[in-house]
């Protein structure tokens, strides 16, 4: 009796399929968590806020307490009053910007 060898050949197996499948999941879900990390990292760090309501200009009101102005130091500058140069007192000097 004649007995004839019959080869199978595979192009791909079980496992093969199942390799790829495994990578093409690894490789988007990387993507995804890649995605979600730099969601995370914009809305810690980069303060994004909502837009305000209409009408509304500000979110919060913040007092840093009360500055008061220095001392008036004249400048020096005299004034022309009728071609003649005027001396102003810190007061008046003061005033005159009023």
């Known amino acids: ?19 790829y499948a495994y990578l093409f999941i ?8 890649y995605k979600y990390m730099i969601y995370i990292y914009i809305h810690i760090h980069c303060h994004v806020q909502e ?4 009408g509304k200009k500000w979110r919060f009101l913040e007092h840093n307490g009360v500055i008061f102005p220095p001392k008036y130091e004249p400048h ?4 022309l ?6 001396d102003l007192t810190p007061e008046q000097v003061f005033f005159s910007f009023f």
């Open 1 to 19: 009796m004649n007995s004839l060898i019959y080869t199978y050949t595979y192009t791909s197996t079980y496992m093969d399929v199942h390799m």
């Open 26 to 33: 690894s490789i988007v879900l990387s993507i995804y968590i």
């Open 51 to 54: 837009p305000l309501e209409a």
């Open 76 to 79: 020096g500058v005299k004034m």
């Open 81 to 86: 009053y009728e071609d003649e140069e005027v």
